[in-house]
């Protein structure tokens, strides 16, 4: 089955600790997205990329970083210096040349809590 | 900043009545205009997208748009219990190659009641 998953669903961790989320995608899409989800907000976009070696920042990156060795995989890691980062993170993917629909998939999130 | 309006709620409707989901947007230059439905503690599910002005219908579905305006609706007829979720408008306002930067209201709550 196509999709894209993330891990770990659940993942606790100490203050001034990295962690990294992974994503992986078998839907053969070109475009990668990690947006974070808080309680009563939107969708906020922290980084995307649109081909493999390549990817931009969002509105929220400071305190984030990301990698894009392979077109399946997108790992998002949280660092130490991003203040507030309890949050629900959702990796998305998008095909390339919809003609412009852009339409987004999600995985099935990441919930993060720091202790 | 480019924005997208939602009405919080929570809407509560009863079984088998229409629900109407309402969004605005800021930017005149967005082009492509989706809903999601997102169940507690889920991801968020394309249910519907549309690009021009008018209806398009998928199902008990129907979408909504009217650029002038810069306001988009989705409709839900026969309402049913699980169609209680959050109900996520996201908008395209950028264009940048292959990547879709896709802006998201804040969702609107639904509850349909028995």
């Known amino acids: 089955d196509g999709g894209i998953t993330q891990s770990p669903k659940y993942l606790f961790r100490k203050e001034g600790q990295n962690v990294t989320l992974s994503c992986e995608q078998n839907l053969n899409h070109d475009a990668m997205y990690w947006y974070r989800q808080d309680p009563g907000q939107g969708l906020r976009l922290i980084y995307y990329?649109?081909?493999?070696?390549?990817?931009q920042k969002g509105d929220i990156a400071e305190g984030y970083s990301v990698s894009r060795e392979k077109k399946e995989s997108f790992p998002l890691t949280v660092t130490s210096a991003q203040k507030n980062p309890t949050a629900f993170y959702l990796c998305a993917s998008s095909m390339r040349g919809q003609g412009g629909t852009g339409e987004l998939f999600f995985g099935e999130g990441s919930r993060l809590t720091v202790l | 900043q480019k924005e997208v309006e939602q009405n919080s709620g929570p809407l509560s409707v009863p079984e088998g009545a229409i629900a109407s989901l309402n969004c605005t947007y800021s930017d005149r230059g967005s082009q492509s205009f989706f809903w999601y439905r997102q169940y507690s503690g889920k991801s968020p599910e394309l249910i519907m997208s549309?690009?021009?002005?008018g209806d398009k219908e998928d199902g008990r579905f129907t979408a909504q748009l009217n650029k002038a305006s810069q306001y988009v609706s989705l409709l839900i007829r026969d309402s049913q219990p699980s169609d209680s979720a959050t109900y996520l408008c996201?908008?395209?306002?950028?264009?940048?190659?292959?990547?879709?930067?896709?802006?998201f209201g804040t969702g609107t709550r639904l509850q349909v009641t028995l």
């Open positions: 549309i690009y021009s002005n």
């Open positions: 990329s649109q081909i493999v070696n390549d990817f």
């Open positions: 996201a908008v395209r306002s950028v264009n940048t190659g292959t990547a879709s930067k896709l802006t």
